[in-house]
């Protein structure tokens, strides 16, 4: 097979030796003679395997002591409600960046008042809205780090007088993040961190406990960090994909490495989408993306050529979100810079 140039969105790339690791998993896990697909979640094999994975997620992103990490199924899009469940007596305040975003909100309203204290909408979320207020009195503020969607990215996170929760699905893990400066946060592992399946979230906790509703035990936080992440049967195959790869970015150099590799290409795709008359790029310039960037051709008519051209190139999955139509080049963590520079050179000649 000629190789193949991953752009997908998510489930998205991951480093060869990542698969590798989770076959050989598979096959003979931790040298028992037995698949990882196969033991108890509370054999001493996997019980280390969430402690190692907890652990090296610790190291790479500097998360401090009085954080909870808890691997639980549903996607992000259950942390929509969870949020929301655990934490919202008064008021939840949210930050509309995107379609995701908005999902976030209208989950969240399930669960009582919500307030949008700006939003990009207005302009199809080309942009962050800059100028807003956190209200004081809310119980917490909810923001989007990254806008998988549309393509845009929080460079900065503002100073929230109240708990700040972040959904940082899609660039996790990509960039050096303050994580002190949050109360929660959450990232479905299929964008940055591994196979879909488990979600990861980061939560300190002494943000908890402090609603007055009754919380269902598999919506309750504080239920699976009693248990240690095990209140049921935890995603166990996709936990230990994910292990494998945060030790894949722990030997290639930490997240300092994945965040220079990401601005290289970034930087790359981007510099071509400007200078490229036959492309346009759909953010304002200083809110985009570097996990994904999202284009468009001046003259529409060019697209029937323009997808035969990559596609002959081996690249796979840069076709826009169906609600957005155009182009998204999705470079997270594990895709080579190869690969920007191949779609680089398809514009390039398709441009001559
Ligand atoms: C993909 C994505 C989601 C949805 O994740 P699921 O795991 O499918 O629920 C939520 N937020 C962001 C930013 C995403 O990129």
């Known amino acids: 097979m000629s190789k193949v140039h991953n752009f997908s969105a998510g489930p998205s790339i991951l480093p060869k030796e990542v698969i590798d690791a989770c076959v050989e998993g598979i096959q003979n896990f931790s040298g028992t003679g037995l698949s990882v697909l196969e033991v108890s979640h509370r054999g001493k094999e996997f019980i280390s395997v969430v402690e190692e994975t907890q652990a090296t ?9 009085a954080y909870e990490i808890l691997f ?17 007596e008064t008021k939840g305040a949210y ?17 009582g008042n919500v307030e949008v204290v700006a939003s990009s909408e207005d302009k199809n979320y080309s942009y962050i809205p800059k100028d807003y207020t956190i209200p004081a009195d809310a119980d917490y503020f909810h923001c989007t780090s990254n806008n998988t969607i549309y393509g845009s990215q929080m460079q900065s996170f503002p100073e929230s007088p109240v708990t700040m929760v972040c959904d940082m699905s899609s660039d996790i893990l990509s960039r050096q993040v303050d994580v002190s400066k949050f109360g ?33 035990s598999m919506m309750n936080y504080k239920v699976h960090i009693d248990k240690e992440t095990m209140f049921n049967t935890p995603p166990v195959f996709p936990i230990f994909a994910v292990l494998q790869n ?5 030997k290639v150099g930490g997240v300092d490495e994945m965040q220079k590799r990401a601005a290289a290409r970034a930087n790359l795709l981007y510099d071509e989408i400007d200078n490229n008359p036959l492309f346009k790029g759909t953010i304002a310039a200083e809110d985009r993306s570097q996990m994904n960037a999202c284009f468009v051709l001046n003259d529409e008519s060019l697209e029937e050529k323009f997808n035969a051209a990559w596609k002959a190139a081996g690249i796979s999955g840069i076709k826009g979100h169906r609600s957005t139509g155009g182009y998204r080049a999705s470079m997270y963590n594990a895709l080579p810079i190869e ?9 390039r000649n398709f441009n001559k």
Request: aromatic share 6%.
């Open 57 to 65: 997620l610790k190291e790479l992103m500097g998360i401090p002591e």
């Open 184 to 216: 929660l946060i959450y990232a479905g592992a299929q964008k940055n961190m591994g196979p879909a399946g488990v979600t990861v979230v980061i939560v300190r906790k002494d943000i908890l406990g402090k609603v007055s509703r009754q919380i269902p």
């Open 246 to 250: 945060l030790k894949w970015v722990k």
């Open 72 to 88: 639980l199924g549903g996607g992000a899009s259950l942390q929509f409600l969870m949020v929301a469940y655990n934490l919202l």
């Open 95 to 111: 930050l509309k960046t995107g379609v995701w975003a908005a999902n976030a909100v209208k989950e969240a309203k399930y669960m």
């Open 339 to 347: 690969s920007v520079e191949a779609l680089v050179n398809v514009m």
